[in-house]
Every structure is written in structure tokens, then in C-alpha cells.
């Protein structure tokens, strides 16, 4: 049987909308819909304006908690607009 905890965990995940998508996804997603350019724009990071590459920016966000967050925003905002 679980605990109440587990099941808590269980529900939040369920109604978290990134829940079983991966960076990399997002990030591909991102640059495809934006290109780099203007996603630098969006988000002053100097992954997306210098030398911009997933690879790059994977590294950076997996490190960088807050250019994260917005990233993953900046998705979910694309995402609600389809």
C-alpha cells in the first residue's frame, strides 16, 4: 500500500503539464518554433546568443535552475496557444 505521501506526489504529477517531457524536447521544440535568434531575445541567455547549440543549452539549463523555469514557461506558453 502507499503512503499518503506517494499518492500526493502521484496527483501533483498528474496535473503538472512538463510531467514525462524532456528538455531536450522542449528545447527543440523552442528553437524550431523561434529559432535561436529570437528565443535569445526572449530569453537573455548567452547559450541561445552566442555560438547556440542544444547541446550547449542543455548543459546551461540542467545547471541553471532559474533560465530553466524560463524555458519551460516559455513552452507551456506555446503549448496553450495550439
Not at 547541446?55 to 535552475?65: I, N
Amino acid at each position: 500500500m502507499e503512503s499518503n505521501e506517494n499518492n500526493t506526489t502521484n496527483r501533483e504529477q498528474v496535473n503538472n503539464p512538463l510531467h514525462g517531457v524532456k528538455l531536450c524536447d522542449i528545447l527543440e521544440f523552442l528553437v524550431a518554433y523561434y529559432g535561436w535568434e529570437e528565443l535569445g531575445s526572449m530569453i537573455k541567455i548567452n547559450c541561445f546568443t552566442s555560438d547556440p547549440s542544444i547541446k550547449s543549452s542543455l548543459k546551461f539549463l540542467r545547471k541553471t535552475p532559474w533560465a530553466r523555469e524560463k524555458v519551460e514557461g516559455l513552452y507551456l506558453k506555446c503549448v496553450r496557444k495550439h
